[in-house]
Structure formats: structure tokens, C-alpha cells
């Protein structure tokens, strides 16, 4: 990631020693993403370790213990942080001091994020994250191993949908149970926190929908975009973060206005990089958007304004699992149909525009800083 | 259900016009099951109107519209509510005078055993609840009306996981987003809750866990009972109820005693059921625990104290979807073996251990009565 500065490793205001980014005193301390992530997964593995402790002690079976352990090396493996990121960059945006007990309830986004994932990977039948085994690959592989009976993989992802079950409840126990900040911060914070919930459930129920239909209706798929994505990835964990600084924030329209760019942007570099992105950086297999009859930006953009050779052989191969020379076809498809070059400027106008609103902001200039250097990071992500 | 003394229809003193049992004055109120039932269920009815009009009212979608609203019909279509009525007799019978208030807050109960039953019926692969569709089968079906693309029983299966997540995250918010107790009864009732959810969950981990086992480990099969059927039916609604009325209350014993001994008789009572039950009454199929490779007591007796014929035929079965014909052979395994009437007595000994804790009990007489009512209840419930 750039960064701006030089980067020096320094007991820092908020108590914790890491490289960051260095401003000309007396400013703000400000964690850039990469930073951020250093400081927060120890706090993060610390958690569920105290959780999962609990319940693989309870276990007198080997098998239990491994699998209930297991869900703590997937939520390492990997993850970029970003939700409970943008939360603390608004709550320190807001005048927020505690950063330690902070960082502690901001813990809470990510277990909630890793429920999403371990939820969503079932319903998307993935068997990799990370780079490693799924929840019910791990499970699956270990029953076959023991020779257990019955269906085996029915069984593998009901015990993925129990473990995402116990990482949501985790995840509301920690955000709604907590009882380090002032109660009318913490009720006010808590309200963006439900929305959250409530909006990602009901984005993924449009999405799976969607990939039902035949053709999707544009609003309906305005409407994913907006609850999964902009919603949940960036409008709301402002205005948490903005909320626990201050009850009172009156931040809301400015976190919709730059959530709704920034979620644009990031889940149209999502889907371009399940086209052209690099499989070992990403780590996971790409083109899944085609084989799991995804509506996009660029699926859409093939069947609007392609040829009628584009649109048919696209269409042939929409919903399906492509061999290596297929997926030759449809890369080139979207290059051809200039699909990937409008997407790629369709990103850029959105990044510029989420620029725009934060320069034009009243957030403090470190902070205006540090979110720059996130739209750049975003602008060149390659995972 | 078996009522004491006349059953009057009055304005009673929950503030509750319905027929209840009359003791003599001035003692406390206090409603049946079924009474329960009638008053409970407009106060669930009403949550979630409330909850599902936001959703619908979101989407432009005649589908997704529909869907939401299936899932109230669902919670409405059956149920004891036998939870939050666990927990309404104990929140009275220490002391909780603010029954309105309190039923609200019991909705959280409800809404969440709602969560379970949609999950588990994913995991179950069960097409009918409480005789009528399950949310993975109303959507198949509706799905398949209007020609959708793709794997729509995966696609099915996953709107059920997400409605089931709603559920699950509205009974988190409802009761631990609570304002209208004080803090620390609040507080000390949310400890019960949050063991409540974590239990059910690990309890059903080692349920799916066991039914993949050709033999399962006896004490892997009490901790599932215990934690599945003692702690999340009876002990932990009895303790969130005590500690709502009383932060201090030191039933906590009690409740373990009592509620481990309803649980054990409440689970051998289901897989009874499951073997020589009403269909028509149950409003499910029976034998599903033999086609879903279920440990209970039934088995395992016959499993260990059967004929070495009665054993192989048993195993032979065990795990499969069974014709008419065979479905008669292991009803006559169960009845040869004394399987069933060596569980009924079991069944019997565990009420009759509960009736003595209960009238050894400090419980106010008027409690105890209720209890042995619901006690009885269990002894001839049929569904």
C-alpha cells in the first residue's frame, strides 16, 4: 500500500507499537489500512481464542476440538480488515480517545464479517477462502478420514452453518454486550450496528435471488450493490465509528454520500478482478461471477452494448463452470466488448468523486489524508 | 392440557382478557400452556408485522414481498411456545409483576427457537413444519413457478439460511437491545440468554456431529441432550425469567435440577413420538430419526439389549429413507425389544424426579401447581 510520510516504528498515542504513518506533530495518529491490520488481528485472534477455548475444553472428542479450533486458523488466514478500519477511522475522525477499548468492539465487525463469509461460502459452494479449506471442506475431509457415515456433505455444511451461527451470535454478544463506552454513545452506535445486520441479510437474500433471474431488473441490482456493499463495507461502519466519538454526529448524509461511491467502486474492482485478477493473489479461483450466473457491471454491460456474437456465446456460458479455453473466451469477450475499459473508468469516476467529497470535507486534515490513501489503495488492488 | 380448578374468561391481573386458571384469591395469576398461548401469540404476531413490513416495504419485488412475508405464516402456522411460557412462569414466580413488558422481551425466545427450527430443517432436509411448507420449500416451489435459472434447491436452501440469520439477529436485538427493565436485571437475565444461544448452537455441533458415527459415544450423547434439550428448553428459559424478576435470584441449582430432568423425559418424549406418534397430530412424518442415522435411547436399547436378529435388521435400516412395509418392521423392533416400554418408563421416572423437586420447592404454591400442570402435560402430550 502507499503511504504517504515516512513510516516509522514508535510507541504511538494509541499505546500500541507499530510502523505508521508519521505527521507533523501535533496531529492526529492515524493507522493506514496495513498498519491498522498489524495492530488489530492479535486483539482479534486474542478473542476468539478466549471463545473457542471454552467450547473445545467443553469437548471430550479430538474431532470437535479440531474442528471448533479450526475456525480461528480460517479467520487468520486472511482478510483485509477494512470494516472495522473504516470504523476506527471515523471514530478517531470524531474525536474518539479510546482507541484500545474500541479496537476491542470493532472486533465484533470482523467476527460478524466471518460469519457473512462462512454463510456465504456454503450458499456459494466454495471449498477454498483465504488460500484455505472452507469450514465444511475441513469438516468434509476429516469424516471421510474417520469413515463416517451418512451424507457426509449435507452433514459438512451443517456444521459450517452452526459455526457461522456462533461467530453471528459472538459478534452480537461482543457489540451489544459491551459496556466500556458511555451508554448513550454506545445506543447510538448500536443502532447503525443493527441496521448493518439487518441490510447485509437482506442484500444477500436480493443477491441470491438475482442470480436466479434470467434477466435482473436494474433496480434490484442497485439495491444488492447498495445494501451489500456500500452499506455494509463502508456507510455503516462510519457511521459506527462515528457514533461511539459522538452520539450526536450529525456525519450521516456524508457517510451515505462517500459509502455510496466507495461501495460502487470496490464491488465493481471485486468483480473485475474475478475476471482479470491473478488467482494466487486472490486466492481463490476466478471468473465464479459467470459460473454462478452473477449479474454485473460487466455481464450487463456484454448483453447491453455487445454484439450479437458477444451476447450469445456470453449467454452460453452464463451460469455454467468453464473449462481453461472457455475461460479464454469470456475474458476475451469482456476486452473486446470494451466491458473491462468502461468498468475500469466507471471505477475511477466513482474513486474521484469519493475524493472530491472527502477534500471537500470538514474532517480533520489528517484524517482527509488517511482516507486518501485508502481510495488510492483501493484504486490499485489487486485482491 | 389438564386444567385444576374452573376456567373463567376475565380481565385478569396481567391486564389480559382470557380464560385462566382461577385460584383463590388473592393469589397470583398465573396462565397455562394453552392461555399462554392466546396471549402470547398476537404480541409475536405483532413483532413481526412490524419487522417484515420494514423488508417489504423496501423492495418492489412481488417475489421477495411474498417470501418475507411467508416467513411470518411459518412462525404462526404452530409452536407451543413452550420457551417463553418456561420463562414467564419463573419471571412470576419471583416476584416479576410487569407481565406486558415481559412478554415482550420473551419474544426474543420465540423468534430465536424460530431461527433454530429454519436452520435445522436446512440441515434435516425437512420439507413440512407445523404442516406447512418450510421457507426452502416455499421458495422452490415459487422459483420453479416462474422458471428461474441455475440450482434453485441450492438457491432455496440459501434464502432459508438468510431468513433464518434475520431471525436469529432480530431475538439478539430484541432482547439485548431491551430498555424497559432495569439495567441490572437486564443485565443478569442476558448472561442466561447468551449461554442460551451458545449452547443450542454447540449442542446441535455435536448433533449433526453424532449422527454421522456408526457408534456414538455415550457422554457425547448426554452432552447433546443437556445442552440441546435440558439447558436451552427448560434450564436457561427458567433462569432468564428468574433473573428478569430477581438480578440476585439463587435458583440457578434449581433450575439445572428441574430443567435436566423435564429435558431428558422432553427429548425421550420426541423420539418417542418419532416412533409411535400421529403423523396427522405431529404434523411431521415419523422415523426420521431412523432415516437420519439419530442416536436415542430407542436405539441404543435395542442396540445393546436386543436379539442379535432384532440388532441387524435395526442397522440395516438405520440411516435410510424407510417404505411402508420396513417403517412397520421397526415399529415392531421397538415394541419386541421392550425398547418402547422400558423408554416410557424412563420417561415416567424423570416426571415423577421433576414433580418431587418441584414440590419440595419453595415456589409459591400457586407455581408449583402451574408446573405440575405443565408436567402432566408433557406425560400425554401427543405432538
Not at 209 to 238: C, W
Amino acid at each position: 500500500m502507499a503511504q504517504t510520510g515516512c513510516s516509522l516504528s514508535v510507541e504511538c498515542a494509541h499505546g500500541v507499537r507499530v510502523g505508521r504513518v508519521q505527521f507533523s506533530a501535533p496531529r492526529l495518529f492515524m493507522y493506514n489500512l496495513q498498519e491498522f491490520k498489524q495492530v488489530f488481528d492479535p486483539i482479534l485472534k486474542n478473542f476468539l481464542e478466549q471463545r473457542l477455548k471454552k467450547f473445545s475444553s467443553n469437548s471430550s472428542d479430538n474431532f470437535i476440538k479440531d474442528f471448533i479450533e479450526y475456525s480461528e486458523k480460517l479467520t487468520m488466514a486472511g482478510g483485509k480488515r477494512i470494516r472495522p478500519y473504516i470504523a476506527y477511522v471515523m471514530y478517531t475522525a470524531n474525536g474518539g480517545k479510546d482507541i484500545q477499548n474500541a479496537l476491542k468492539l470493532f472486533v465484533s465487525l470482523e467476527i460478524f464479517h466471518n460469519f457473512a463469509l462462512i454463510h456465504d461460502d456454503i450458499m456459494d459452494k466454495q471449498y477454498k477462502r483465504h488460500g484455505v479449506d472452507t469450514i465444511p471442506a475441513f469438516v468434509l475431509k476429516r469424516l471421510k478420514e474417520e469413515k463416517r457415515t451418512g451424507d457426509l456433505e449435507n452433514a459438512s455444511n451443517a456444521q459450517g452453518i452452526l459455526m457461522g451461527d456462533l461467530f453471528f451470535s459472538w459478534a452480537m454478544e461482543l457489540f451489544l454486550g459491551n459496556k466500556n463506552f458511555p451508554k448513550e454513545n454506545l445506543n447510538s452506535s448500536q443502532n447503525y450496528f443493527y441496521k448493518m445486520v439487518d441490510e447485509l441479510c437482506f442484500g444477500q437474500i436480493l443477491d441470491i435471488d438475482i442470480a436466479t433471474r434470467k434477466k435482473a431488473k436494474k433496480n434490484l441490482i442497485e439495491d444488492k450493490t447498495r445494501l451489500k456493499t456500500s452499506r455494509y463495507t463502508f456507510v455503516r461502519p462510519m457511521q459506527i465509528g462515528a457514533h461511539l466519538a459522538n452520539p450526536n454526529s450529525n456525519m450521516d448524509a456524508f457517510c451515505e454520500e462517500l459509502g455510496t461511491r466507495l461501495g460502487i467502486a470496490f464491488q465493481m474492482q471485486d468483480d473485475l478482478l474475478d475476471i482479470v485478477g491473478d488467482p494466487k493473489i486472490l486466492e481463490k479461483n476466478t471468473l465464479r461471477d459467470i459460473a454462478e450466473h452473477q449479474h454485473t457491471f460487466f455481464t450487463d454491460y456484454v448483453f447491453e452494448k455487445g454484439t450479437k456474437q458477444q451476447k450469445e456465446k456470453l449467454l452460453k456460458y452464463f451460469g455454467k463452470e468453464l473449462k481453461d479455453n472457455e475461460q479464454k473466451e469470456v475474458i476475451e469477450i469482456f476486452e473486446k466488448s470494451r466491458a473491462i475499459e468502461e468498468g475500469k473508468l466507471e471505477i475511477l469516476k466513482n474513486l474521484n468523486e469519493a475524493k472530491k467529497i472527502i477534500e471537500n470535507s470538514l474532517l480533520p486534515e489528517e484524517c482527509k489524508e488517511i482516507c486518501l490513501i485508502l481510495i488510492e489503495s483501493m484504486r490499485i488492488r489487486q485482491n
